[in-house]
């Protein structure tokens, strides 16, 4: 059912910290997904936000490339090992669907999220950038971060629905 995000009642600092969340971009011809545990959600440009990290070497930062939105699918604690297996598996070499029995929906614009999902954040991408290193005010963030110096991009998106079963 779709709900509008000031409805919304979540603890973003533990839903995604400690329960993790699925970023989804791509179309009915194509899409990836994989398992974040950074980002956050919030009032930017007066429009409600969710900001997404993905490292240019996941084959999920193709698609968030290639389309103009995205999806963030939140799911209950039984479902952790789907979590656990898209985070650690690349859909280059898997079929992250059909090892996980997630289940494709997908939005009025032919957005991807899942039906397992328990809360879905649709998302237009807004801006996006990488992160540079030289923009470090604490340069120990970045040394415990990013020691292979692979920063992530990231991607401001309107929350433009909010589905919550």
């Not at 999920?60 to 789907?82: A, W």
């Not at 297996?85 to 029995?101: F, L, W």
């Amino acid at each position: 059912m779709e709900i509008s995000v000031k409805d919304l009642n979540e603890n973003f600092f533990r839903t995604i910290g400690d329960e993790w969340m699925l970023i989804t971009a791509g179309n009915r011809e194509g899409f990836n997904t994989m398992t974040a545990s950074w980002g956050t959600i919030g009032e930017l440009w007066s429009l409600p936000v969710a900001i997404c990290f993905v490292r240019p070497q996941r084959y999920t930062f193709k698609f968030m490339e290639q389309h103009d939105y995205y999806t963030l699918c939140f799911f209950k604690p039984e479902h952790n090992d789907i979590l656990q297996y898209c985070g650690s598996h690349s859909g280059r070499k898997v079929d992250k669907i059909a090892e996980t029995g997630l289940k494709p929906v997908y939005t009025d614009k032919g957005n991807v999220y899942f039906e397992q999902a328990r809360l879905v954040l649709e998302c237009r991408k807004l801006y996006s950038d990488h992160i540079k290193p030289e923009m470090f005010v604490v340069q120990e963030l970045m040394g415990r971060n990013y020691p292979a110096r692979d920063y992530h991009k990231f991607y401001i998106g309107e929350v433009i629905s909010c589905l919550k079963q």
